[in-house]
């Protein structure tokens, strides 16, 4: 040992200060944004450059762009996908420069995370999301913010689009998914039976129950009163009540023992009876508030719950329809107003004619309406269903009839409608549905129900219910795509969807053709089959070289400028692509030896490797040349050497058999390589691969020594550095040759300290190999 370090003391200089790789855009040490590895025990690594946040490559000239959730990615295990921290999420390309993401249009978000709301453009230039006519909202903000049915709100929404997918709330008086409808009024229907809303409030004092003091307010759907004093009359409370935006009518009795009618009675309390005038169908429970100083109590009761003071006073669940257009008119989306069917016109909110809007009530010249106007046009008994004019008539000739004159009228006086018609009245077409790209999620039974299916044009396109057609979200580019606009449109470069290195893809081809691999080199099948997006969620597969497997094709494709860099493609639109990869030529590595135990004497055994397709069929008695022209027909496999372990001559050439043993060099595949997979149910007798020396050579693009070109795939070389050997023996540190991966480092880079670093490198080696430490061995290995 201290022999050996002499030796190195002799023959080799003193460390030079470290030579890191100078930037090729302006000739600065790792470019001015970063510095040279310290401290770092891996030989040769000194002279890499560390580089400053935000800055990569080699020689640290490339910006690292902002980073976001996967739009579309490969699944990794099943039903997993959608990474997270991806440059520009995939759906935009970064910007080596500036650092900046170039998203996809109709994304936004530094890391192209973030799917705009519907978009116009209104007539002064600005771009107004949502049309300025509703509140643009993440699903996780939609989740927690919105609730229209009640006060408890708040869902946890954490799905990996929760941050991703945006959709219009709409403000009141509009709708659609990007709230560019109106809404209609809303009525009860006369016509079917129902009854009116009623909770009771129990208001009574505490502490001495002679006397209260102090006020109450009350909460009814997310707004809340002022403090109404506890010696209100009935006709303040209700003042207080109708000023609220969410009640328009309310009647008011109070209980109280006969006495003067007091909000909160002092002896007998008060029970309150609160019946919905206008508000419609079962309305959410009213809540109370009360100061902690004053001397009240109180308690709702809703649902049919008793009065706990008045047991006899019951609550009712309100069952009148809160519909638009009081189901006896079509909404005209484009101005908000109903337009009644025959005999129907606009009440006042109780079933008389008033200026409601809703076709509420019977027109009182339609007073004969039960006998003269509608009959079953199936048997032509007298039967009272709806006439309308249809929407879906081109000619305006079209007379009005029953049920549209594509519905049958059944005895309950409702249409039934041919398929593809909707309507009251049969009178529009409808439009396909598919799951909601965006809505509201809500907790359903311990599960988080969002994404529900049913949605019109899956809420992100407008339904002409003239033809029954969606009208997916156009705003000068197309992001859905599909009869319900329920799929994610692919980008496409005005020709051909994903251009000339790819094809749109689900999520659940996508999982198919990715590449995942078991700790034991197996390919491992995955799928993308249950989440809410697998088949609508779709990106640009691109075109890859080995080991990804095309479905389709049934093949798999080699291309590439260089005799051995098969260029893959990448990118949301398949237009970058990847560089050849190789081995860090600032390190010293070697290459993966496995070993093959097959004690077997007869059949013959299957190998693949790396989730290659196929795999190749060795009989037990084949020959180590044998073994190496089958492994290098594997796809994924280029060169590998195998030999016999021992070279006595005696000894069986077969590479099975009891005491062979026989390794395999990887001489093309770089870095730390999974084993061979053997099928051996068609082997009579037992087979093992085990790794014996772990590959240790990088296998990275541009070999950490160039910059990718990702116009057309190749390396862009430091200086003094080249295409590499693709063959290189367990020994070599490189040579050039075609590989196109500045692989090779030219001699003339190499200073004192290279080749110090080299002589250490070879130093250790031979420790490792348990080989005698001589000045022999040493250059015997830095002479290869
Ligand atoms: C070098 O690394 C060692 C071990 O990781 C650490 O203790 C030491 O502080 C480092 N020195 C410098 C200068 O970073
Ligand atoms: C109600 O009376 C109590 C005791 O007399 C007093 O402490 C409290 O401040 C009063 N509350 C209000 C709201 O007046
Ligand atoms: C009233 O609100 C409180 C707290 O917000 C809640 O715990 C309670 O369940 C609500 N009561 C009703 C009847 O909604
Ligand atoms: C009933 O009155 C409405 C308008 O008030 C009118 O449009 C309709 O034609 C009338 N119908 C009959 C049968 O007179
Ligand atoms: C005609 O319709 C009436 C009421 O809808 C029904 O009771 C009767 O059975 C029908 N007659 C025929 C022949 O279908
Ligand atoms: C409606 O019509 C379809 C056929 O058009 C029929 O299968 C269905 O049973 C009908 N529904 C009712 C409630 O009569
Ligand atoms: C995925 O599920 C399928 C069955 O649906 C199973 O065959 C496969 O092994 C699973 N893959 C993984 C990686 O668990
Ligand atoms: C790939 O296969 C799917 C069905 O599995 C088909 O819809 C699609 O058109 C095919 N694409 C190409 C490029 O052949
Ligand atoms: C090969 O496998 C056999 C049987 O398991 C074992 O006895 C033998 O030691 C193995 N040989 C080597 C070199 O690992
Ligand atoms: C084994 O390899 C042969 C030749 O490639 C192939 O025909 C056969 O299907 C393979 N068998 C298995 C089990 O993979
Ligand atoms: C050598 O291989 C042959 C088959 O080629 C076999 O018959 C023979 O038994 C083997 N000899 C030994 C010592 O394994
Ligand atoms: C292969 O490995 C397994 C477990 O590591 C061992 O049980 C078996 O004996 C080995 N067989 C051979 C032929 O080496």
């Not at 690292?64 to 999420?89: K, L, Q």
């Not at 529900?452 to 219910?465: E, H, I, P, Q, Y």
């Not at 580019?477 to 496409?492: H, I, R």
Request: proline content about 3%; charged content about 20%.
């Amino acid at each position: 040992m201290r022999c050996a370090a002499g030796v190195v003391g002799v023959l080799w200089v003193v460390r030079l200060a470290a030579a890191c790789p100078i930037g090729y855009l302006n000739m600065r040490i790792c470019s001015g944004h970063g510095h040279c590895a310290t401290n770092v025990t891996t030989i040769g690594l000194d002279e890499s450059c560390v580089c400053d946040d935000g800055f990569s490559g080699p020689d640290c000239s490339q910006r690292i762009c902002p980073s976001g959730r996967a739009w579309v990615d490969f699944a990794t295990a099943n039903d997993t996908a959608h990474a997270d921290y991806v440059e520009c999420s995939n759906m935009g390309y970064c910007d080596r420069v500036t650092g900046e993401c170039i998203c996809r249009e109709g994304l936004s978000g530094s890391a192209c995370q973030r799917l705009l709301c519907p978009t116009v453009v209104d007539e002064l230039g600005r771009v107004r999301e949502c049309r300025g006519a509703g509140k643009c909202l993440s699903m996780r903000e939609a989740a927690t913010q919105l609730d229209l049915d009640s006060v408890s709100w708040s869902t946890n929404y954490d799905e990996w689009d929760a941050d991703a997918i945006y959709g219009c709330a709409c403000d009141e008086g509009f709708t659609g998914f990007d709230c560019s409808e109106r809404e209609c009024p809303r009525g009860d229907d006369p016509l079917t039976p129902g009854v009116d809303e009623v909770q009771l409030i129990d208001c009574r004092c505490t502490g001495d129950a002679s006397w209260c003091n102090g006020t109450i307010a009350l909460h009814f759907r997310g707004q809340r009163t002022d403090p109404i004093p506890y010696d209100a009359t009935p006709e303040l409370v209700e003042y207080y009540l109708e000023a609220l935006s969410t009640i328009t009518d309310v009647d008011l009795r109070f209980h109280t023992g006969g006495r003067d009618a007091v909000f909160c009675d002092g002896q007998l309390g008060t029970t309150v009876v609160v019946t919905f005038l206008a508000e419609r169908g079962d309305v959410p429970s009213l809540n109370v508030s009360i100061d902690s100083s004053s001397h009240i109590a109180a308690t709702v009761f809703a649902d049919g719950a008793s009065s706990a003071l008045r047991p006899g006073i019951s609550s009712v669940t309100g069952t009148k329809e809160w519909v638009e257009c009081s189901n006896h008119g079509t909404c005209d989306r484009a101005t908000g107003m109903c337009g009644c069917y025959t005999g129907w016109t606009t009440s006042d909110g109780r079933g008389n004619e008033g200026p409601v809007g809703d076709c509420g009530a019977l027109a009182s010249n339609y007073s004969d309406y039960q006998r003269v106007f509608f009959y079953n046009a199936a048997n032509s008994t007298e039967s009272p269903c709806p006439i309308a004019k249809p929407r879906w008539a081109i000619s305006t000739l079209t007379a009005r009839a029953v049920c549209s004159g594509v519905g049958v009228c059944l005895p309950d006086r409702t249409c039934n409608c041919s398929i593809g018609y909707g309507g009251h009245a049969c009178e529009f077409r409808i439009c396909p549905t598919g799951h909601a790209w965006w809505d509201t999620a809500a907790m359903n039974g311990g599960s988080i129900d969002a994404h529900r299916s049913g949605a019109v044009c899956s809420n992100r396109g407008t339904c002409d219910l003239t033809s029954g057609t969606c009208n997916c979200e156009t705003s000068g580019y197309k992001l859905f795509d599909g009869e319900a606009c329920e799929l994610m449109a692919c980008p496409d470069d005005g020709d051909n969807e994903c251009g000339k290195h790819g094809r749109c893809a689900t999520m659940a081809e996508f999982a198919k053709n990715g590449l995942v691999l078991s700790a034991s080199g197996a390919k491992l099948i995955v799928r993308y089959s249950e989440p809410w997006d697998a088949y609508k969620v779709r990106g640009c597969l691109c075109d890859a070289s080995e080991g990804v497997w095309d479905y389709n094709t049934s093949s798999t494709s080699y291309r590439g400028p260089f005799a051995y860099a098969y260029t893959d493609w990448t990118g949301y639109t398949c237009e970058q692509a990847f560089c050849p990869t190789g081995d860090n030529p600032f390190t010293w590595g070697v290459n993966e030896v496995q070993a093959i135990n097959c004690t077997a004497r007869g059949g013959s055994f299957n190998v693949t490797f790396r989730g290659a397709h196929e795999s190749v069929l060795v009989p037990w008695w084949a020959e180590a040349a044998k073994l190496e022209l089958e492994l290098e027909k594997v796809a994924t496999i280029r060169d590998v050497t195998v030999s016999y372990t021992s070279n006595n001559a005696s000894s069986n050439k077969t590479i099975c058999g009891d005491g062979q043993f026989v390794t395999v060099e990887f001489e093309s595949e770089r870095g730390d390589l999974p084993l061979l997979v053997v099928d051996d149910s068609q082997l009579d007798g037992a087979i093992n691969v085990t790794e014996i020396i772990r590959g240790t050579k990088e296998d990275v693009e541009c070999s950490a020594a160039g910059i990718c070109n990702r116009d057309n795939g190749q390396c862009t070389c430091l200086d003094g550095f080249y295409s590499g050997r693709d063959v290189v023996p367990f020994r070599y540190y490189g040579a050039a040759g075609q590989r196109g991966d500045c692989s090779f480092r030219h001699s003339s880079t190499k200073g004192s300290k290279w080749w110090n670093a080299l002589y250490e490198y070879s130093y250790s080696f031979v420790l490792l190999r348990g080989e005698a430490v001589t000045e022999l061995t040493i250059f015997d290995l830095l002479n290869v």
